[in-house]
Every structure is written in structure tokens, then in C-alpha cells.
């Protein structure tokens, strides 16, 4: 069965860094993208950005190009999402999610079939 | 920056129909999707492709689309069906983001 299994809870100071991972399995991982998304505390959902597991192609948030990065590793089936110079509004539980887009410039809709059990990442001084 | 418009809430007794609406300019041209979020728990596809239906959703679950505005559709509802329920579709220009309606808090009376 398809699973995706995030890493533990994080606690980081503003201006600092936090990197996520997101192990998949259950699937032949190069075969989809993952995309990350996030919800603040009692808000609604929020997409950061896609990469495809195919071939590492990127489209991120404009809200958060320059602070966000999204990497895979193919020989252990995980994906990453690094986010830099934290601020207290950046306070959230992050999710992945199996994307059915595999690769840019195609005309595969981006959305979302399985999802990862979240992560919350706490900023504060 | 492109939006989706969803209402805050709606409330149903148990066994009728709830209807979630959700708008946007270019609904017209992108597929629409429903994700059920209970609380402390990950979202869930319940639609995609504006009326699709994944395995395992069951059947009272359905979605439709006219023009500018896709509905989210659930008949006989259910007291487990009490959740938060998003909409998401893309923009329709070059740089092809993603977009979530607001959310729509599902209340079973």
C-alpha cells in the first residue's frame, strides 16, 4: 500500500533553517512528483511547491521562491523540503502528497492522491 | 494571485444532501479536486477531475461543474462526513500554480 511517512516534529529560532524529509513507498516512487503543502494553525491549506521524483524539475510558490527548496533522492524513495530564514508565521503543519503531475510541461493537472502524516515545524524565539 | 471562493460553512441534518460550492475564473478551463480533512488528520482526495471518484470514497460522494463553479455533493449525509472539505485547481496562465479554496466546515446537526 502507498505510504508516506514524514519526519518528526521540529522546534527552530527564527532565521534559522528546517529541512523535512518524506520517505515513500508502496509505488514506484520516479513515477509521480510530490508536492509540499501547509496549514497554520486553524488555516486552511496552502501548496509551497512540486518537484518531480522523474527528473528533479522544481515549481515553487511564488510567495516563497528564494526560501524554499525541494529535493528527492531516488535510492531511498524520499523527498525533502528545505525552509530558510524562518519567521513565527511560518508556523505550520507540512505535509507531502503523492502528485500525479510527473514532469513539467505537460498537461498533467497537479493534485494530490495520497498524503503524508505532517510534520509540525514551530518557530519562535 | 488567483483565488477559489468557498463558503465558510454549511450544516445539514443527518440523511439529506450537503452542496459545497467553490468558484473561480478559470474553473472553465483547469479540473477541479475535493480533499475531506477531519480534524488532527491529513487531508483526503474524495473528487478529482471535477466528478471522478477515487477507490475507496464512497458512493454518496459526488462532484459536478458549471461554468465558474464546481459543487461538491453529498447525499445521505453522514455524521462521519462532519470534516472540513477544500477545493483546489490550478491557474490557467503560463506559470501554472496551485490554488485551495478557504475550506468549508461541513457541520452534521
Known amino acids: 500500500q502507498v505510504q508516506l511517512v514524514q519526519s518528526g516534529a521540529e522546534v527552530k529560532k527564527p532565521g534559522a533553517s528546517v529541512k523535512v524529509s518524506c520517505k515513500a513507498s508502496g509505488y514506484t516512487f520516479t513515477s509521480y512528483g510530490i508536492s509540499w503543502v501547509r496549514q497554520a494553525p486553524g488555516q486552511g491549506l496552502e501548496w509551497m511547491g512540486w518537484i518531480s521524483a522523474y527528473n528533479g524539475n522544481t515549481n515553487y510558490a511564488q510567495k516563497l521562491q528564494g526560501r524554499v527548496t525541494m529535493t528527492t533522492d531516488t535510492s531511498t524513495s524520499t523527498a525533502y523540503m528545505e525552509l530558510r530564514s524562518l519567521r513565527s508565521d511560518d508556523t505550520a503543519v507540512y505535509y507531502c502528497a503523492r502528485d500525479r503531475k510527473v514532469v513539467a510541461g505537460t498537461g498533467d493537472p497537479y493534485y494530490f492522491d495520497y498524503w503524508g502524516q505532517g510534520t509540525l515545524v514551530t518557530v519562535s524565539s | 494571485s488567483y483565488e477559489l471562493t468557498q463558503p465558510p460553512s454549511v450544516s445539514v441534518s443527518p440523511g439529506q444532501t450537503a452542496r459545497i460550492t467553490c468558484s473561480g475564473d478559470?474553473?472553465?478551463?483547469?479540473?477541479a479536486y475535493w480533499y475531506q480533512q477531519k480534524p488532527g488528520q491529513a487531508p483526503v482526495l474524495v473528487i478529482y477531475k471535477d466528478s471522478e471518484r477515487p477507490s475507496g470514497i464512497p458512493e454518496r460522494f459526488s462532484g459536478s461543474s458549471s461554468g465558474t463553479t464546481v459543487t461538491l455533493t453529498i447525499s445521505g449525509v453522514q455524521a462521519e462526513d462532519e470534516a472540513d472539505y477544500y477545493c483546489?485547481?490550478?491557474?490557467?496562465?503560463?506559470?501554472?500554480?496551485?490554488?485551495f479554496g478557504g475550506g468549508t466546515k461541513l457541520t452534521v446537526l
Open positions: 478559470a474553473l472553465p478551463k483547469q479540473y
Open positions: 483546489q485547481s490550478a491557474d490557467s496562465s503560463g506559470t501554472s500554480y496551485v490554488v
